[in-house]
């Protein structure tokens, strides 16, 4: 199976060398990622300026634009000779959940994929601090587990998978959940600053207050100790019907959290 990685936060990320070093002996594995961050900068693609390609190991390219332009740089240049099976995206350092997905340049990168039959899998870490071990292997472990249990062969035409992994040890989770997008609440603050030439300059300071309540959304999956598996249809008329993914998720779950 050939598989392209991308992400959003960087070719050089942890999250991204860590499902690499998982994926890579048992795979053909390809990193195409942004030569810099490019978190939360949702759906771009540079259409009005040329893009970089740097080498930087054997199947390991920065990009110098956005995580969908690098897998069209994977589908048009680098792979085009061997289209690969699955795009996987991540591992993100936070959460996607709810409708962060629509700010995310993880899930862009799987968006962009799944927009040229390509399917795609985006992969969160979710922290509850920066400060916190960050269990990136744990996360990798989990894609690794999915791929090769053949998730991403059920994926419905135009549909993307979310899969958010709590920031636990692997023996604390307690197994996958196929959920639904949230909701997540958001403040709406603006801070206003002075810079040294007594110039007003603004951020964007909103503060995360809590979801929406929801039995089976993935914000509830997580806060359960579940990792959330969330299909997430990319057009109105697309098919919903998941008992496939579902009846998935129960075997997974048998063989590997029992």
Request: glycine content about 8%; aromatic content about 8%.
């Amino acid at each position: 199976m050939r598989i392209l990685l991308a992400n959003d936060d960087g070719v050089t990320a942890p999250g991204i060398r860590a499902l690499f070093r998982e994926l890579g002996p048992a795979f053909d594995t390809t990193i195409i990622a942004p030569l810099e961050e490019r978190s939360t900068t949702g759906h771009s693609l540079s259409l009005d300026k040329p893009l970089r390609l740097e080498k930087f190991e054997e199947n390991v390219y920065g990009c110098s634009g956005y995580p969908a332009d690098c897998v069209l740089m994977g589908l048009g240049h680098v792979l085009k000779d061997k289209r690969p099976d699955v795009v996987v995206s991540g591992i993100n350092r936070g959460a996607n959940l709810g409708q962060d997905l629509y700010y995310s340049g993880t899930v862009a990168a799987t968006r962009e994929a799944t927009f040229h039959g390509v399917p795609g899998i985006a992969t969160s870490l979710v922290l509850n601090s920066l400060t916190e071990e960050h269990r990136y292997d744990v996360a990798a472990t989990v894609v690794h587990w999915c791929l090769r249990e053949g998730l991403h062969r059920l994926i419905p035409e135009l549909t993307l998978i979310n899969i958010n992994v709590p920031n636990l040890p692997l023996k604390e989770i307690r197994g996958l959940r196929l959920s639904e997008v949230g909701f997540r609440r958001y403040s709406e603050e603006i801070h206003a600053r002075i810079d040294t030439r007594n110039r007003e300059y603004f951020w964007i300071a909103g503060r995360y207050e809590g979801f929406a309540e929801h039995a089976v959304s993935d914000c509830q999956a997580v806060l359960d100790g579940h990792i959330a598996i969330t299909p997430h249809a990319l057009i109105d008329r697309c098919n919903r019907d998941y008992g496939e993914i579902l009846g998935w998720v129960e075997r997974f779950n048998a063989k590997y959290f029992t």
